[in-house]
């Protein structure tokens, strides 16, 4: 049985940081497309940002506009993990923030209809 649990939300103050973290058991993620995606009240769930393998050794990093050059997405894959640092965070980046998992290179990382895994979310709130 696969699952993703995400770690690391909680309140911050504006301009504050944040690292989220993904741990994935039941299966490896090396070779596929791990994405972090985050849903406001009353908004359809976003695209934040993804890594994606290309070739060995060599992925892809995709970041939404909203969040590039303030959070940065990585990948361990010796412990089939995901993380995102946030910095400079926004009251408007207060979300459930969801961690998502695909076991093959997928063509469109922003689309959520193409991830086969998802995590339960954490709640990321920040505060003006």
């Known amino acids: 049985q696969v699952q993703l649990v995400e770690s690391g939300g909680g309140l911050v103050q504006a301009g504050g940081s944040l690292r989220l973290s993904c741990a994935a058991s039941g299966r490896a993620f090396s070779s596929g497309t791990m994405g972090w995606f985050r849903q406001a009240p009353g908004k359809e769930r976003e695209f934040a940002a993804a890594?994606?393998?290309?070739?060995?050794?060599?992925?892809?990093?995709y970041h939404a506009d909203s969040v590039r050059g303030r959070f940065t997405i990585s990948r361990d894959n010796a412990k089939n993990a995901t993380y995102l640092q946030m910095n400079s965070l926004k009251p408007e980046d207060t979300a459930v923030y969801y961690c998502a998992a695909a076991s093959l290179r997928i063509d469109n990382v922003r689309s959520t209809e193409l991830y086969e895994y998802w995590g339960q979310g954490t709640q990321v709130t920040v505060s003006s």
């Open positions: 890594i994606r393998w290309s070739s060995p050794g060599i992925y892809y990093i």
